[in-house]
């Protein structure tokens, strides 16, 4: 069994700043890439940031520069930190994670619960 747990979203105001965090438990036996996604309501799931166990990473364009994507191998939790929020930033975040499960020996597509980010304007 393997879970994501997500934490950091909330309300904010606009240009202001949160950080999500996500952290794979369970039987692990290593995670490759990592990422979120977000869904806005009334739209499709997009991608927001990924990032390989190396460290390379990924990104919308549109979010280039505002967002960072960053992960703990050690503690298999992944970040997202967003600054200079804008009001169509709200929706909810989704971590995901492509996890090889211990004595399995095969990946599996992993998602958190969702987050819920709100900016006000």
């Known amino acids: 069994q393997v879970q994501l747990v997500e934490s950091g979203g909330g309300l904010v105001q606009a240009g202001g700043s949160l950080r999500l965090s996500c952290t794979a438990s369970?039987?692990?036996?290593?995670?490759?890439?990592m990422g979120w996604y977000r869904q806005a309501p009334g739209k499709q799931r997009e991608l927001v940031a990924v990032i390989t166990s190396g460290g390379d990473t990924n990104y919308e364009d549109s979010l280039k520069g505002r967002f960072t994507i960053s992960r703990d191998n050690a503690k298999n939790t992944v970040y997202l930190q967003m600054n200079s929020l804008k009001p169509e930033d709200t929706a909810v975040y989704f971590c995901n994670a492509k996890i090889v499960v211990h004595s399995v020996w095969r990946e599996y597509d992993y998602w958190g619960q969702g987050t819920q980010v709100t900016v006000s304007s």
């Open positions: 369970g039987s692990i036996f290593s995670i490759n890439a």
